[in-house]
Protein backbone atom coordinates (compact mmCIF):
# COMPACT_ATOMS: atom_id res chain seq x y z
CA UNK A 1 0.00 0.00 0.00
CA UNK A 2 1.66 3.17 -0.97
CA UNK A 3 1.49 5.95 1.98
CA UNK A 4 -1.66 8.40 1.36
CA UNK A 5 1.33 10.99 1.74
CA UNK A 6 2.80 10.11 -1.73
CA UNK A 7 -1.10 10.36 -2.97
CA UNK A 8 -1.74 13.39 -1.52
CA UNK A 9 -0.97 17.17 -1.48
CA UNK A 10 2.24 18.29 1.09
CA UNK A 11 0.28 21.50 1.43
CA UNK A 12 -2.44 19.04 3.20
CA UNK A 13 -0.14 17.24 5.44
CA UNK A 14 0.37 19.71 8.50
CA UNK A 15 -3.49 19.76 8.62
CA UNK A 16 -5.20 18.36 11.42
CA UNK A 17 -9.11 17.51 10.92
CA UNK A 18 -11.14 20.65 12.96
CA UNK A 19 -11.16 19.32 16.48
CA UNK A 20 -14.46 21.59 16.63
CA UNK A 21 -16.73 19.69 13.94
CA UNK A 22 -15.39 16.44 15.54
CA UNK A 23 -16.20 17.09 18.83
CA UNK A 24 -19.87 17.41 17.26
CA UNK A 25 -19.63 13.90 16.15
CA UNK A 26 -18.38 12.75 19.70
CA UNK A 27 -21.26 14.96 21.01
CA UNK A 28 -23.99 12.87 18.66
CA UNK A 29 -22.79 9.38 19.37
CA UNK A 30 -22.99 10.22 23.25
CA UNK A 31 -26.32 12.42 23.21
CA UNK A 32 -24.48 15.26 24.87
CA UNK A 33 -25.55 18.63 24.82
CA UNK A 34 -22.98 20.19 22.02
CA UNK A 35 -21.70 23.39 23.54
CA UNK A 36 -18.78 22.62 21.10
CA UNK A 37 -19.46 23.91 17.51
CA UNK A 38 -20.78 27.32 17.65
CA UNK A 39 -24.44 27.00 16.22
CA UNK A 40 -27.45 28.36 17.21
CA UNK A 41 -30.38 25.71 18.26
CA UNK A 42 -32.97 28.29 18.03
CA UNK A 43 -35.10 29.28 14.76
CA UNK A 44 -34.14 32.13 12.23
CA UNK A 45 -36.80 34.96 12.31
CA UNK A 46 -39.73 34.24 10.44
CA UNK A 47 -39.33 36.87 8.26
CA UNK A 48 -36.11 35.58 6.24
CA UNK A 49 -37.43 32.31 6.36
CA UNK A 50 -40.27 33.48 4.44
CA UNK A 51 -38.13 35.99 2.31
CA UNK A 52 -35.85 32.50 1.09
CA UNK A 53 -39.38 30.58 0.59
CA UNK A 54 -40.57 33.50 -1.39
CA UNK A 55 -37.72 33.63 -3.87
CA UNK A 56 -37.19 30.14 -4.39
CA UNK A 57 -41.02 30.14 -5.67
CA UNK A 58 -40.60 33.06 -7.58
CA UNK A 59 -37.65 31.10 -9.69
CA UNK A 60 -34.15 32.94 -8.36
CA UNK A 61 -32.87 29.40 -8.28
CA UNK A 62 -29.92 30.28 -10.68
CA UNK A 63 -26.65 31.89 -10.43
CA UNK A 64 -25.94 35.11 -8.78
CA UNK A 65 -23.89 37.46 -9.63
CA UNK A 66 -20.88 36.50 -8.95
CA UNK A 67 -19.71 38.77 -6.28
CA UNK A 68 -23.51 39.08 -5.20
CA UNK A 69 -26.96 39.83 -5.90
CA UNK A 70 -27.46 43.69 -6.10
CA UNK A 71 -29.94 44.20 -3.51
CA UNK A 72 -27.56 42.11 -0.95
CA UNK A 73 -25.17 44.72 -2.21
CA UNK A 74 -27.12 47.66 -1.55
CA UNK A 75 -28.50 46.65 1.62
CA UNK A 76 -25.23 45.85 3.33
CA UNK A 77 -23.95 49.20 1.70
CA UNK A 78 -26.66 50.79 3.47
CA UNK A 79 -26.11 48.72 6.75
CA UNK A 80 -22.20 50.03 7.00
CA UNK A 81 -23.17 53.63 6.40
CA UNK A 82 -25.94 53.90 9.07
CA UNK A 83 -24.18 51.58 11.53
CA UNK A 84 -20.32 52.85 11.34
CA UNK A 85 -20.59 55.97 8.85
CA UNK A 86 -18.85 53.68 6.45
CA UNK A 87 -19.46 54.99 2.72
CA UNK A 88 -18.58 51.45 0.78
CA UNK A 89 -19.57 51.23 -2.92
CA UNK A 90 -21.87 48.60 -3.50
CA UNK A 91 -20.60 47.77 -7.14
CA UNK A 92 -17.16 48.06 -6.72
CA UNK A 93 -16.26 47.33 -3.00
CA UNK A 94 -18.40 44.31 -1.94
CA UNK A 95 -17.81 40.60 -2.43
CA UNK A 96 -20.68 38.01 -0.91
CA UNK A 97 -19.24 34.64 -0.58
CA UNK A 98 -20.18 31.49 1.12
CA UNK A 99 -19.74 31.77 4.28
CA UNK A 100 -16.93 34.13 5.96
CA UNK A 101 -14.82 30.79 5.83
CA UNK A 102 -14.57 31.09 2.05
CA UNK A 103 -14.33 34.83 2.31
CA UNK A 104 -11.10 34.57 4.33
CA UNK A 105 -9.76 31.82 2.23
CA UNK A 106 -10.34 34.10 -1.06
CA UNK A 107 -8.79 37.08 0.81
CA UNK A 108 -5.73 34.99 1.74
CA UNK A 109 -5.23 33.24 -2.09
CA UNK A 110 -5.66 37.03 -3.69
CA UNK A 111 -4.04 38.81 -1.62
CA UNK A 112 -0.97 37.18 -0.37
CA UNK A 113 1.95 35.65 -1.89
CA UNK A 114 3.93 32.59 -1.24
CA UNK A 115 6.64 33.06 1.46
CA UNK A 116 5.11 36.46 2.97
CA UNK A 117 3.81 36.03 6.66
CA UNK A 118 0.65 37.21 7.88
CA UNK A 119 0.49 38.06 11.54
CA UNK A 120 -2.30 35.94 13.48
CA UNK A 121 -3.62 36.58 17.33
CA UNK A 122 -3.88 33.47 19.49
CA UNK A 123 -5.87 31.78 20.74
CA UNK A 124 -6.99 31.96 17.22
CA UNK A 125 -9.81 30.65 15.38
CA UNK A 126 -8.63 27.67 13.56
CA UNK A 127 -9.01 28.53 10.05
CA UNK A 128 -6.51 31.40 9.96
CA UNK A 129 -3.29 29.42 9.76
CA UNK A 130 -4.06 26.91 7.25
CA UNK A 131 -5.75 30.00 5.45
CA UNK A 132 -2.58 31.26 4.96
CA UNK A 133 -0.72 28.02 4.62
CA UNK A 134 -2.93 27.40 1.87
CA UNK A 135 -2.18 30.77 0.36
CA UNK A 136 1.56 29.61 0.47
CA UNK A 137 2.25 31.88 3.71
CA UNK A 138 3.78 31.39 6.67
CA UNK A 139 1.53 32.46 10.05
CA UNK A 140 3.61 34.34 12.61
CA UNK A 141 1.53 33.77 15.66
CA UNK A 142 1.20 36.64 18.15
CA UNK A 143 0.08 34.83 21.63
CA UNK A 144 -2.38 37.39 24.19
CA UNK A 145 -2.48 36.10 27.53
CA UNK A 146 -5.28 34.74 29.51
CA UNK A 147 -7.23 35.80 31.19
CA UNK A 148 -7.98 39.60 29.75
CA UNK A 149 -6.18 38.63 26.41
CA UNK A 150 -5.17 42.22 25.62
CA UNK A 151 -3.02 43.21 23.12
CA UNK A 152 0.40 44.47 23.72
CA UNK A 153 1.49 46.70 20.99
CA UNK A 154 5.02 46.37 21.33
CA UNK A 155 4.85 42.48 20.85
CA UNK A 156 2.88 43.30 17.61
CA UNK A 157 5.36 45.92 16.38
CA UNK A 158 8.03 42.78 17.64
CA UNK A 159 6.42 40.57 14.94
CA UNK A 160 6.77 42.67 11.50
CA UNK A 161 9.10 42.00 9.34
CA UNK A 162 10.16 42.35 5.74
CA UNK A 163 8.36 39.48 4.45
CA UNK A 164 4.86 40.61 7.03
CA UNK A 165 1.76 40.87 4.60
CA UNK A 166 -1.24 41.36 6.68
CA UNK A 167 -2.46 41.27 10.22
CA UNK A 168 -5.82 39.00 11.06
CA UNK A 169 -8.11 40.66 13.40
CA UNK A 170 -10.85 39.06 14.56
CA UNK A 171 -12.89 41.26 16.95
CA UNK A 172 -15.82 40.54 18.97
CA UNK A 173 -13.25 37.62 19.37
CA UNK A 174 -13.95 33.78 18.68
CA UNK A 175 -12.88 32.10 21.21
CA UNK A 176 -11.48 34.65 24.02
CA UNK A 177 -14.80 36.59 23.75
CA UNK A 178 -12.48 40.07 23.55
CA UNK A 179 -13.99 42.86 21.91
CA UNK A 180 -10.67 45.22 20.92
CA UNK A 181 -10.93 48.38 22.65
CA UNK A 182 -9.95 51.90 20.96
CA UNK A 183 -6.99 51.88 21.90
CA UNK A 184 -5.86 48.21 20.80
CA UNK A 185 -7.32 48.83 17.30
CA UNK A 186 -5.51 52.09 17.24
CA UNK A 187 -2.41 50.22 18.13
CA UNK A 188 -2.71 47.91 15.56
CA UNK A 189 -3.76 50.61 12.77
CA UNK A 190 -1.15 52.62 13.77
CA UNK A 191 1.48 49.25 12.67
CA UNK A 192 -0.60 48.79 9.81
CA UNK A 193 0.12 52.44 8.39
CA UNK A 194 3.80 52.80 9.38
CA UNK A 195 4.56 49.14 8.17
CA UNK A 196 2.47 48.94 4.88
CA UNK A 197 0.52 46.44 6.06
CA UNK A 198 -3.27 45.74 5.14
CA UNK A 199 -5.56 44.45 8.31
CA UNK A 200 -7.50 41.51 7.50
CA UNK A 201 -10.67 41.82 10.41
CA UNK A 202 -13.09 38.98 10.62
CA UNK A 203 -15.92 40.75 12.21
CA UNK A 204 -18.51 38.27 12.13
CA UNK A 205 -19.79 38.83 15.81
CA UNK A 206 -20.20 42.76 14.85
CA UNK A 207 -23.78 42.55 16.30
CA UNK A 208 -23.18 40.19 19.23
CA UNK A 209 -21.64 42.25 22.17
CA UNK A 210 -21.93 43.16 25.98
CA UNK A 211 -19.83 46.38 26.95
CA UNK A 212 -18.33 49.05 25.16
CA UNK A 213 -18.85 48.95 21.55
CA UNK A 214 -17.88 46.81 18.17
CA UNK A 215 -15.25 49.33 16.36
CA UNK A 216 -14.66 48.73 12.87
CA UNK A 217 -10.76 48.81 12.16
CA UNK A 218 -12.06 50.45 8.50
CA UNK A 219 -13.19 53.17 10.00
CA UNK A 220 -9.75 54.11 11.99
CA UNK A 221 -7.55 56.98 10.17
CA UNK A 222 -6.14 55.76 7.31
CA UNK A 223 -7.23 52.47 7.47
CA UNK A 224 -10.33 52.57 4.77
CA UNK A 225 -7.93 51.95 2.24
CA UNK A 226 -6.06 49.07 3.88
CA UNK A 227 -8.60 46.88 5.49
CA UNK A 228 -10.52 44.14 4.23
CA UNK A 229 -13.61 43.72 6.51
CA UNK A 230 -15.24 40.21 6.62
CA UNK A 231 -18.57 39.96 7.97
CA UNK A 232 -22.16 37.88 6.80
CA UNK A 233 -25.72 36.60 7.77
CA UNK A 234 -24.49 33.31 9.87
CA UNK A 235 -24.62 34.58 13.07
CA UNK A 236 -26.82 37.58 13.13
CA UNK A 237 -29.57 36.08 11.92
CA UNK A 238 -29.38 32.35 12.93
CA UNK A 239 -28.59 30.86 9.65
CA UNK A 240 -24.91 29.14 9.36
CA UNK A 241 -26.27 27.07 7.32
CA UNK A 242 -27.01 29.16 4.74
CA UNK A 243 -23.31 30.55 3.92
CA UNK A 244 -23.34 33.63 3.34
CA UNK A 245 -20.46 35.71 3.89
CA UNK A 246 -19.70 39.82 3.15
CA UNK A 247 -16.34 41.05 2.29
CA UNK A 248 -15.71 44.88 1.98
CA UNK A 249 -12.75 46.15 1.02
CA UNK A 250 -11.52 48.72 -1.73
CA UNK A 251 -11.76 48.58 -5.41
CA UNK A 252 -8.55 47.27 -6.09
CA UNK A 253 -8.45 44.64 -3.56
CA UNK A 254 -11.51 44.03 -4.35
CA UNK A 255 -10.98 42.88 -8.40
CA UNK A 256 -8.68 40.15 -7.22
CA UNK A 257 -11.20 38.99 -4.18
CA UNK A 258 -13.85 38.65 -6.74
CA UNK A 259 -11.65 36.94 -9.24
CA UNK A 260 -10.52 34.11 -6.54
CA UNK A 261 -13.91 33.93 -5.37
CA UNK A 262 -15.38 33.39 -8.85
CA UNK A 263 -12.82 30.15 -9.15
CA UNK A 264 -13.80 28.68 -6.14
CA UNK A 265 -17.55 28.66 -5.62
CA UNK A 266 -18.82 31.08 -8.60
CA UNK A 267 -21.26 32.84 -6.39
CA UNK A 268 -23.38 32.15 -2.94
CA UNK A 269 -26.77 30.87 -2.83
CA UNK A 270 -28.94 33.17 -4.71
CA UNK A 271 -32.31 33.16 -3.09
CA UNK A 272 -30.17 33.05 0.06
CA UNK A 273 -29.22 36.37 -0.51
CA UNK A 274 -32.02 38.02 -1.72
CA UNK A 275 -33.70 36.61 1.65
CA UNK A 276 -30.77 38.42 3.72
CA UNK A 277 -30.94 41.55 1.70
CA UNK A 278 -35.01 41.87 2.59
CA UNK A 279 -33.99 40.62 6.43
CA UNK A 280 -31.54 43.88 6.51
CA UNK A 281 -33.91 45.91 5.29
CA UNK A 282 -36.56 45.04 7.18
CA UNK A 283 -34.84 44.37 10.49
CA UNK A 284 -32.83 47.51 11.93
CA UNK A 285 -31.00 48.12 14.73
CA UNK A 286 -33.92 46.90 16.82
CA UNK A 287 -33.19 43.74 15.82
CA UNK A 288 -29.64 43.76 16.54
CA UNK A 289 -29.91 45.48 19.82
CA UNK A 290 -32.69 43.06 20.97
CA UNK A 291 -30.36 39.82 19.66
CA UNK A 292 -27.60 41.60 21.90
CA UNK A 293 -29.98 41.35 24.35
CA UNK A 294 -30.70 37.82 24.37
CA UNK A 295 -27.04 36.71 24.16
CA UNK A 296 -26.57 38.25 27.28
CA UNK A 297 -29.02 36.30 29.14
CA UNK A 298 -27.51 33.27 27.85
CA UNK A 299 -24.10 34.67 28.85
CA UNK A 300 -25.31 34.72 32.10
CA UNK A 301 -26.69 31.19 32.25
CA UNK A 302 -23.66 29.75 31.64
CA UNK A 303 -21.47 31.79 33.01
CA UNK A 304 -22.94 31.09 36.23
CA UNK A 305 -23.45 27.49 36.19
CA UNK A 306 -19.89 27.16 34.68
CA UNK A 307 -18.43 29.34 37.88
CA UNK A 308 -20.78 27.10 40.22
CA UNK A 309 -19.27 23.75 38.76
CA UNK A 310 -15.77 25.52 39.39
CA UNK A 311 -14.55 26.56 36.28
CA UNK A 312 -12.53 29.70 36.27
CA UNK A 313 -13.72 31.98 33.33
CA UNK A 314 -13.84 35.30 32.70
CA UNK A 315 -17.64 36.60 30.95
CA UNK A 316 -16.97 37.57 27.66
CA UNK A 317 -17.67 41.25 26.02
CA UNK A 318 -18.48 40.04 22.66
CA UNK A 319 -18.90 36.80 20.39
CA UNK A 320 -20.96 33.42 21.90
CA UNK A 321 -17.92 31.76 23.53
CA UNK A 322 -16.60 31.55 27.01
CA UNK A 323 -13.35 29.96 27.31
CA UNK A 324 -12.65 28.07 30.87
CA UNK A 325 -10.32 26.77 33.10
CA UNK A 326 -10.88 23.54 34.71
CA UNK A 327 -7.71 23.29 36.07
CA UNK A 328 -9.45 23.07 39.79
CA UNK A 329 -11.75 20.22 38.82
CA UNK A 330 -9.31 17.77 36.86
CA UNK A 331 -5.83 17.78 35.92
CA UNK A 332 -6.74 15.91 32.65
CA UNK A 333 -4.99 17.36 29.96
CA UNK A 334 -8.06 19.28 27.37
CA UNK A 335 -8.79 16.80 25.10
CA UNK A 336 -9.00 14.18 27.37
CA UNK A 337 -11.41 16.36 29.78
CA UNK A 338 -13.57 17.46 27.14
CA UNK A 339 -14.32 13.83 26.23
CA UNK A 340 -14.64 12.85 29.64
CA UNK A 341 -17.17 15.67 30.42
CA UNK A 342 -19.27 14.77 26.83
CA UNK A 343 -19.16 10.70 27.40
CA UNK A 344 -19.37 11.42 31.50
CA UNK A 345 -21.01 14.31 32.13
CA UNK A 346 -23.23 14.86 29.03
CA UNK A 347 -22.41 18.64 28.02
CA UNK A 348 -19.68 19.19 25.11
CA UNK A 349 -16.80 21.54 24.38
CA UNK A 350 -14.09 22.46 22.00
CA UNK A 351 -10.52 21.11 24.01
CA UNK A 352 -8.73 24.81 24.41
CA UNK A 353 -5.73 23.21 22.68
CA UNK A 354 -6.70 23.51 19.41
CA UNK A 355 -6.86 27.52 19.25
CA UNK A 356 -3.09 27.74 20.17
CA UNK A 357 0.08 27.05 17.73
CA UNK A 358 1.55 26.00 21.20
CA UNK A 359 -1.02 23.08 22.00
CA UNK A 360 0.33 23.45 25.84
CA UNK A 361 -1.30 26.98 26.09
CA UNK A 362 -4.55 25.61 25.87
CA UNK A 363 -3.84 22.23 28.11
CA UNK A 364 -6.18 23.53 30.80
CA UNK A 365 -9.04 25.37 28.84
CA UNK A 366 -12.42 24.54 27.00
CA UNK A 367 -14.67 26.64 24.88
CA UNK A 368 -17.86 26.56 25.44
CA UNK A 369 -21.22 28.30 23.01
CA UNK A 370 -23.94 29.57 24.40
CA UNK A 371 -25.72 30.46 21.43
CA UNK A 372 -28.35 27.82 22.52
CA UNK A 373 -31.48 28.40 23.90
CA UNK A 374 -31.87 29.20 27.60
CA UNK A 375 -33.60 26.09 28.29
CA UNK A 376 -31.25 24.01 27.18
CA UNK A 377 -28.39 26.03 28.85
CA UNK A 378 -29.71 25.46 32.00
CA UNK A 379 -30.19 22.11 31.65
CA UNK A 380 -26.50 21.83 30.14
CA UNK A 381 -25.77 24.12 34.08
CA UNK A 382 -27.76 21.44 35.59
CA UNK A 383 -25.42 18.80 33.86
CA UNK A 384 -22.45 20.74 34.74
CA UNK A 385 -22.67 20.55 38.51
CA UNK A 386 -23.43 17.37 38.64
CA UNK A 387 -20.46 16.25 36.91
CA UNK A 388 -18.55 18.60 39.08
CA UNK A 389 -19.85 17.29 42.47
CA UNK A 390 -19.41 13.57 41.26
CA UNK A 391 -15.47 14.56 40.96
CA UNK A 392 -14.14 14.17 37.87
N1 LIG B 1 -17.72 29.43 14.21
C1 LIG B 1 -18.20 28.24 14.84
C2 LIG B 1 -17.29 27.82 15.97
O1 LIG B 1 -16.27 28.40 16.20
C3 LIG B 1 -18.36 27.11 13.86
C4 LIG B 1 -17.07 26.64 13.38
C5 LIG B 1 -17.02 25.52 12.45
O2 LIG B 1 -17.78 24.58 12.46
N2 LIG B 1 -16.01 25.61 11.67
O3 LIG B 1 -17.62 26.89 16.66
Known sequence: MIDAKERTARRTHGFTESVIREMSRVARSADAINLGQGFPDFPAPDVIKEAACRAIREDVNQYAVTWGTPSLRMALAKKYQDSYGLDVDPETEITVTCGATEAMAAIMLSLVNPDD?????EPFYENYGPDATLSGAKPVFLPLSAPDFRLD??????????????IIVNTPNNPTGRVFSREE???????????????????IYEHIYYDGEHLPLATFDGMRDRTVTISGASKTFAITG??????VAPPDLTGAIRKVHDFLTVGAPAPLQEACAHAMTVLGREYYDGLAEEYRERREVLHQALTEAGFDAVKPEGAYYIMADFSALSDM?????????TTEGGVASVPGSSFFSDRVRGSSLVRFAFCKSLGKLEEAGERLRRYASAGS
Open 117 to 121: EVIVF
Open 153 to 166: ATELEARVTERTRA
Open 242 to 247: WRIGTI
Open 333 to 341: DDDTFARHL
Open 185 to 203: LEAIADVCRRRDLIAFTDE
